[in-house]
């Protein structure tokens, strides 16, 4: 126990600037992603097990509390692949660029180039947020 309070203690006290917001930012876009997935497989494993509850979770998932939380999903996804790519590029192509405003750099144009793809995305789910569970723009 003392090693994750250790732990969550850096998090908290390190002052890395883009570095460190890029590392926490991946990491619980990831954490969020694997989440997903792991309910994921096993709400369509009811299907087979217990399909009258597979429907009411289905019908939970069409809350607004879901919906939001799928937008939220769609920003980790993006992200997390986002960034992702340029760590492995980073890992495997440009090693020796690799410097503190490089890593500055391509830590902000990755969140930017996740946004952008993001925003027209939520835009549209904002949308058909709007209009299945409140009636809006019919």
Request: charged share 15%.
């Amino acid at each position: 126990m003392a090693h994750l309070k250790t732990d969550l203690t850096g998090y908290v006290s390190y002052r890395g600037r883009e570095g460190k917001w890029a590392f926490l930012l991946h990491r619980i876009s990831g954490l969020g992603t694997g989440l997903f997935l792991t309910i994921h497989i096993v709400d369509i494993a009811l299907v087979y097990f217990a399909p009258h509850l597979f429907l009411e979770v289905m019908q939970l998932y069409r809350s607004t509390l879901f919906g939001v939380g799928e937008i939220l999903l769609v920003f980790c996804v993006f992200y997390h692949g986002v960034n992702g790519l340029r760590i492995a590029l980073f890992d495997l192509k440009a090693a020796q660029r690799w410097n503190i405003p490089t890593a500055r750099g391509s830590a902000r144009l990755s969140f930017f180039l996740a946004l952008a793809l993001w925003l027209p995305a939520a835009a549209w789910m904002v949308r058909n947020l709007l209009v299945h569970n409140f009636g809006l723009f019919q």
